[in-house]
């Protein structure tokens, strides 16, 4: 069975740091690109982070660029995000996701994001 | 820009047909991915590459695109299909913006 289990979440005061993690099981982890998305409460959905199957390639949210950064360990099925600068605003449920595809009609791939973890919620305040 | 602009609420009579859309200028280049969340819950894909439906999810969702809107159409609303749901692409810069989200209400 495909799972993302994120942990790491937790109250930390503005200006801090924090380590989420996503441990993924059921797939070849290396063969796929994973992604970061987050809620702020009450909130929207938004894209902050994703890296390439071998972590080679990643790209950020401008909102998080140069406080946030993707990682991932094939050797131990594991993706993370290291968080620093902490701010308010980065207050929400933080959920991992694994990029899937599907063959469309046309035989063209198609991504997008077919897996996702229950999420870890980070709370930045003092 | 990569801001992807959804209507906040709609709302649908049970059984009755629901259309969504989202509008940017990155849909002209780059299909749109659809996600239902139901509350308390992580997202879902019901739509992907614009069209194509994920495996399991039932064929009253369908999606199409033209210009810079794409649109999510839900046939024969169920109770169960109230939730929210955003569109999702991507930019020439490599990122993968989602919508502003819309709220269905399944009367």
């Known amino acids: 069975d495909v799972q993302l289990l994120e942990s790491g979440g937790g109250l930390v005061q503005p200006g801090g740091s924090l380590r989420l993690s996503c441990a993924a099981s059921g797939f070849t982890f290396n063969n796929y690109a994973m992604r970061w998305v987050r809620q702020a409460p009450g909130k929207g959905l938004e894209w902050v982070s994703a890296?390439?199957?071998?972590?080679?390639?990643?790209n950020y949210a401008d909102s998080v660029q140069g406080r946030l950064t993707i990682s991932r360990d094939n050797s131990k099925n594991m993706l993370y995000l290291q968080m620093n600068s902490l701010r308010v605003e980065d207050t929400a449920v933080y959920y991992c996701a694994k990029e899937g595809y599907i063959v469309g009609a046309d035989r063209y791939y198609y991504y997008y994001m077919d897996v996702w973890g229950k999420g870890t919620t980070v709370t930045v305040s003092s | 820009s990569s801001g992807l602009t959804q209507d906040p609420a709609v709302s649908v009579a049970l059984g009755q047909t629901v259309k969504i859309t989202c509008q940017g200028d990155?849909?002209?280049?780059?299909?749109a991915n659809w996600y239902q969340q139901k509350p308390g819950q992580a997202p879902v894909a019901v739509i992907c590459g614009n069209s194509n439906r994920p495996s399991g999810i039932p064929d009253r969702f369908s999606g199409s695109s033209s210009g810079n809107t794409a649109s999510l159409t839900i046939s024969g609303a169920q109770a169960e299909d109230e939730a929210d749901y955003y569109c999702?692409?991507?930019?020439?810069?490599?990122?993968?913006?989602f919508g502003t989200g819309t709220r269905v209400t399944v009367l």
């Open positions: 890296i390439s199957g071998g972590g080679g390639h990643t």
């Open positions: 999702n692409s991507r930019d020439s810069s490599g990122n993968h913006p």
């Open positions: 990155s849909l002209r280049t780059y299909p």
